[in-house]
């Protein structure tokens, strides 16, 4: 019998809903036996998040063997500053570099993030442009991918937090093939889809309309599609934004590759949140993290719904079983 994967949760900002988020799915996680989970945190901040104290504490190097563990985190005591603040910025990165140096230690491990504040850890006087950035240069990764995995449909964002103004220069057709490149290996390596299928999404409204609402499309977006048919991969597009959703969900492709931020996120967020699981691609680990922010008006609050974050534990035990085993 396989030994059960281990999620290895960076519980986020501690000012924030992270911890609680963290610690509701990590009871449900265990409940239904899909992974050990082992909790990185500040313990103070565990335990009034409603952590169990019979919850075993390990050290770094130490295997878990509980459903559920506590990986402590130095410090404890009130906060000095409302959030977004330095103390908090700072504990929900010591969280991170805990988790991420446990997660790399060992392939039957998954990272799993709560939500952290840019500009807390900024505060703090670490340089942070996000999860994903942080995360891919730890581990050396040359070329992150965002994609969010939802019940009915997948999306891959070829730009993350770059400006509307600078989308449309951002990629040339070599470097968007380049990122289609990397989401269908991991579709095929990680995810178990044969060949899978690639839809991309137009710059322009309606894909550019033959050229009358810009030349984008045609000259970074098809030209990205026919240069990946040339090496075998199936891409489709350009694609109308507007329209394509629909037949996104029908099934007529594996993955949809949104050009901008929220060209993408915007049906994430309306038709799948708190069942959205962020899915970070191109990494030699596994992460995954929610779909949400710190929420920082209802901490501590006791109502934050974990949904998102329950979902993100379970993909991720299912994704690191496929990477020990393979």
Not at 121 to 126: D, E, F, K, Y
Not at 138 to 146: H, R, S, T, Y
Request: glycine letters at 12%.
């Amino acid at each position: 019998m396989k030994p059960l994967p281990e999620c290895c949760v960076s519980t986020g900002d501690p000012q924030g809903i992270g911890p609680e988020v963290s610690v509701k799915a990590a009871r449900a996680a265990a409940a239904e036996g899909i992974a050990r989970i082992v909790l990185v945190g500040r313990d103070d901040v565990l335990a009034n998040a409603g952590a169990d104290p019979g919850w075993p504490r390990i050290e770094p190097g130490e295997d878990a063997t509980a459903p559920v563990s506590v990986l402590r985190v130095a410090g404890g005591g009130a906060f000095a500053a409302p959030p977004p603040s330095a103390e908090g910025g700072s504990a929900a990165l010591e969280a991170l570099d805990g988790a991420l140096a446990r997660v790399r230690a060992a392939s039957h491990r998954a990272l799993v993030t709560a939500p952290v504040s840019k500009k807390a850890v900024t505060l703090s006087g670490r340089p942070f442009d996000g999860h994903t950035g942080y995360i891919a240069r730890v581990c050396g990764a040359p070329l992150p991918v965002m994609l969010f995995e939802t019940p009915t449909f997948r999306v891959a964002l070829a730009t993350v937090h770059v400006p509307l103004r600078a989308v449309a220069g951002f990629h040339t057709p070599a470097s968007l093939l380049e990122l289609c490149r990397v989401v269908a290996g991991d579709l095929e390596r990680r995810f178990g889809i044969a060949r899978p299928r690639l839809a991309l999404l137009g710059i322009n409204p309606h894909a550019g309309e033959s050229g009358l609402l810009g030349h984008e499309d045609a000259d970074v977006v098809a030209a990205t599609v026919a240069l990946g048919a040339a090496e075998g991969l199936s891409l489709s597009g350009p694609h109308p934004a507007d329209t394509w959703f629909r037949p996104g969900f029908e099934g007529a492709a594996d993955c949809v590759v949104a050009m901008y931020h929220d060209q993408g996120l915007l049906p994430v967020k309306c038709l799948a949140f708190g069942s959205a699981v962020n899915v970070t691609l191109g990494l030699p680990i596994v992460r995954t993290s929610v779909d949400h922010g710190t929420a920082f008006d209802i901490a501590g609050k006791g109502s934050a719904d974990a949904g998102s974050m329950a979902e993100a534990l379970r993909f991720a035990a299912r994704l690191a079983a496929r990477s020990a085993g393979s």
